[in-house]
């Protein structure tokens, strides 16, 4: 089974804080993605990125940036937290079959 | 651009009778199109893809590109299909998915 694990469950943040969202999948996987899921507005996409190193910003990028510095793993990082960054953050991998292995999800809160 | 709408934010139905969620889409070119379903303290997964045409749980989708459209369909609910469904769209060659907003679906016993 393909595996998608996000180091983080739950994390509570102070507004200015930097914060790291970090994302690791064991399948070999070239594709991984972002995303935020809110009530209401559905899965927005953050970043997202295609090969080691490679990154495109996808539909709500700011105040946000991505790193790869390896195929497994897919960070996201918040350089100056603000509330409206309290969300539910998805990452996601793929195959180029169509089909997302996402992770359980990230509740950030930030104060 | 892309766009996918799902209209109905909340569904409700009692077990045993029909349920559509429906799905518009909007895009230019030859689009893919899925359906994902997150239950209860799950993550989000994969439910059926209009390409493969097959029935998963009971639930099958057929894409109309005349109406641009990819409804959910269901003949009898069950109470274990209350879930998050989210409707996506992709294109062929790289699979950025855009997703709707999602229709919550409860279905009472």
């Known amino acids: 089974d393909v595996k998608v694990t996000q180091s983080s469950r739950y994390l509570v943040k102070r507004t200015g804080e930097k914060v790291f969202l970090e994302c690791v999948q064991d399948?070999?996987?070239?594709?991984m993605f972002w995303y935020r899921q809110d009530p209401g507005l559905g899965l927005r996409l953050i970043y997202f990125?295609?090969?080691?190193?490679?990154?495109e910003k996808g539909d709500i990028p700011e105040g946000y940036s991505v790193s790869r510095e390896k195929k497994e793993r897919f960070s996201l990082i918040l350089e100056s937290a603000s509330t409206n960054q309290t969300s539910m953050y998805l990452c996601?991998?793929?195959?180029?079959?169509?089909?997302?292995?996402f992770g359980e999800g990230s509740r950030l809160t930030v104060l | 651009a892309q766009r996918v709408t799902q209209p109905e934010k909340l569904l409700s139905v009692f077990k045993g009778a029909p349920v559509e969620l429906k799905c518009n889409y909007s895009?230019?070119?030859?689009?893919?199109l899925f359906w994902y379903v997150q239950y209860s303290r799950q993550r989000l997964q994969l439910l059926l893809r209009h390409i493969s045409r097959e029935s998963i749980k009971g639930f099958t989708a057929d894409l109309n590109k005349g109406e641009t459209s990819f409804h959910l369909k269901k003949p009898f609910a069950q109470e274990e299909d209350s879930a998050m469904y989210y409707c996506?769209?992709?294109?062929?060659?790289?699979?950025?998915?855009?997703f709707g907003t999602g229709t919550r679906l409860l279905v009472s016993p």
């Open positions: 996601a991998s793929t195959m180029n079959t169509g089909e997302l292995f």
């Open positions: 990125s295609y090969d080691v190193k490679m990154k």
């Open positions: 399948m070999d996987h070239e594709n």
């Open positions: 996506a769209l992709g294109h062929t060659g790289f699979q950025k998915l855009v």
């Open positions: 895009y230019s070119g030859s689009p893919e």
